[in-house]
């Protein structure tokens, strides 16, 4: 089985025990509610990525962030012809604070490629089988219970 290894930045956004999640279009988690975050490009540093990727996928300036955790999973990926064992590493921050308003709605394009836009749910009412891996890894990760 082929070896797929991802680094990203992701944000945390809980208010009211709420989190701030994104509806993926594409790629691994596709279908899933996700973080929002993604990919750490060649040279970027992770807090620059973060807000890169925040502003892309929900429409949000981060003016303030905390570092809360590195951390990753593994899991097996299977689409068509194509079985995957990923390595999913992600550098998480709190996010504090941001300017705009969340786009509840996003377009796909050249540099929007998988949200379709952001909501906040209700963590207790979440289930795994809806999630992407490190959505899961974080939540449990704060104390929270998901089935």
């Known amino acids: 089985m082929k070896e797929y290894k991802h680094l990203g930045a992701y944000g945390i956004i809980i208010k009211n025990n709420k989190i701030l999640l994104i509806k993926k279009n594409g790629g691994l988690y596709d279908g899933k509610l996700d973080l929002p975050g993604g990919t750490i490009e060649f040279g970027e540093k992770p807090e620059e990525a973060l807000k890169r990727e925040i502003l892309e996928e929900v429409g949000i300036i981060v003016t303030n962030s905390k570092l809360h ?79």
């Open 69 to 147: 955790d590195v951390n990753s999973v593994c899991f097996d990926w299977k689409e068509e012809n194509t079985q995957l064992k990923v390595h999913h590493i992600g550098i998480f921050y709190k996010i504090l604070a941001f300017d705009n308003e969340i786009k509840k709605q996003m377009n796909l394009d050249s540099q929007n490629d998988d949200s379709l836009g952001a909501d906040f749910y209700v963590i207790n009412k979440l289930n795994k089988k809806n999630l992407s891996a490190i959505a899961i890894l974080e939540l449990e990760k704060l104390g929270y219970e998901i089935k």
